[in-house]
């Protein structure tokens, strides 16, 4: 089942924080985070397994709820480069579904100077 | 540069040839999937092959076609497509299970007659 990201779009002047949500209806064993640039492949941000843990990656950090099925991240300070779609990846990492990861619809982040 | 090499970069091809897309990574990876990603929106998984073994069909028409050679190379057979099969598809790789980062190719931008 596909999470639900929100908010849709953000547009940032340099400098500004953003927060970015993924929920889910299911139980979940895992969240990725990941950001595509327009025309590139999806980059790798962080992982977060359930246990309710927070993960840091420069300014950018992210946290998982397993109670609530959500997880949010955090732009700090934003840059021009953070500029781009956020996705969220999520696995309820049963059986043969641990591979698995279902997309959210994606986050346009727009920075401007 | 991304670590997951994808040929060719672009394809054109009418409903009715026979083409191949490649993938190739040199990460010692052994989870390997293809996607496929409309403009504007997510990744969809198509296929997960798990120790050159297909874990995971997504169910998906039997035009296309993976093959795992061995544990660096994918491949995705690809006949009789339709116009809605245009897309980006993706290849990506990760260590093995679900809390593994997924290394994206940039992908073959394809276009069907």
């Known amino acids: 089942q596909q999470p639900v990201q929100s908010p849709q779009a953000v547009i940032l002047r340099e400098g500004e924080d953003a927060v970015i949500n993924c929920s889910s209806s299911?139980?979940?064993?895992?969240v990725h985070w990941y950001r595509q640039k327009h025309g590139e492949a999806p980059v790798f941000l962080m992982i977060l397994l359930k246990g309710g843990e927070q993960k840091g990656h420069e300014k950018i950090s992210a946290s998982f709820n397993e109670k609530k099925q959500q997880s949010s991240l955090y732009l700090t300070a934003s840059q021009l480069s953070y500029s781009g779609t956020y996705f969220c990846?999520?696995?309820?990492?049963?059986?043969?579904?641990?591979?698995?990861?279902?997309f959210g619809k994606g986050t346009l982040l727009t920075v401007n100077p | 540069d991304t670590e997951v090499t994808q040929t060719p970069k672009h394809l054109v091809m009418g409903m009715t040839n026979k083409k191949s897309l490649k993938c190739e990574q040199h990460?010692?990876?052994?989870?390997m999937y293809w996607y496929k990603q409309k403009a504007k929106k997510p990744p969809e998984l198509m296929f997960v092959?798990?120790?050159?073994?297909?874990?995971i069909n997504e169910s998906v028409p039997s035009r296309f076609s993976p093959e795992c050679p061995n544990s660096s190379l994918l491949n995705l057979h690809l006949h009789a497509l339709q116009p809605e099969d245009s897309a980006l598809y993706l290849c990506a790789s990760s260590q093995d299970r679900s809390n593994q980062p997924q290394h994206f190719g940039d992908g073959t931008r394809l276009s069907i007659l």
């Open positions: 990460m010692g990876h052994r989870a």
């Open positions: 092959y798990s120790y050159e073994k297909l874990s």
């Open positions: 990846g999520t696995s309820d990492g049963s059986g043969g579904s641990n591979y698995k990861l279902t």
């Open positions: 299911k139980a979940l064993y895992s």
